[in-house]
């Protein structure tokens, strides 16, 4: 005996029953789709740290065998980036400490799982590295490890007033308005400092570390 069709369709959704499952989906994924996000930047934030950690030690390094001074505290003509890194160019500095970097790629935010650095991409080595290969700004001011509260190194999405700062000498005072572009992190960013340290900040941390640097004007070489 063939099956009456009632009876074969019992287990299937009705078009109201269907549409109702869609909907929760749509409210669940609107849910979780902010805390994901803020996931995602949070390991972007960390792969960051790491990097600058890296570049860090390779300062510390590097002083180490240049009497406990940093490349952009010694002339070029003795084997530092004074000059180059006092007109903007952070690429100098990073070329400079070649050897004590473990790889050309910790120089860029790569972001991963989150958007990153989007504004520059890899060098293929340290021969043709330039501006255009780095997320990180180099701090001019800091030319030995005895600068323990200047900034060393950070992220170089910055802003003063809403507007990109743009790459080259930027100086930066106590009481500028600056602060982390959305890009990178969502309005946060990394900062290293001469002691080694690497601390993540929001836009008011920034504004407070800078003020806790005690120097008039930070000048920082912005990729």
Not at 173 to 198: E, F, K, Q, T, Y
Request: aromatic content about 6%.
């Amino acid at each position: 005996m063939k099956p009456r069709l009632s009876n074969r369709l019992e287990g299937g959704l009705t078009l109201f029953e269907v549409v109702i499952v869609v909907v929760a989906v749509v409210v669940l994924a609107m849910l979780f789709l902010p805390v994901l996000a803020k996931a995602t930047r949070k390991a972007s934030r960390i792969g960051c740290t790491n990097n600058l950690k890296q570049i860090n030690l390779a300062y510390r390094i590097w002083a180490g065998d240049n009497h406990d001074l940093y490349p952009q505290g010694v002339p070029a003509a003795f084997g530092g980036s004074l000059e180059l890194a006092e007109k903007g160019d952070a690429a100098s500095t990073f070329q400079v400490m070649s050897n004590e970097l473990s790889s050309v790629r910790i120089l860029i935010c790569n972001g991963l799982p989150g958007p990153g650095d989007t504004d520059h991409t890899y060098a293929t080595n340290f021969n043709v590295l330039s501006n255009s290969n780095i997320s990180y700004f180099v701090g001019v001011d800091v030319t030995n490890e005895s600068n323990v509260s200047p900034i060393l190194s950070g992220d170089s999405n910055l802003q003063i007033d809403g507007k990109a700062v743009k790459p080259g000498l930027f100086s930066v005072c106590p009481n500028d308005p600056v602060n982390w572009s959305s890009i990178r992190h969502g309005h946060s960013g990394n900062i290293g400092l001469a002691d080694g340290s690497v601390q993540s900040t929001t836009d008011t941390g920034l504004r407070d570390r800078i003020v806790e640097t005690g120097i008039a004007t930070n000048r920082l070489a912005i990729p």
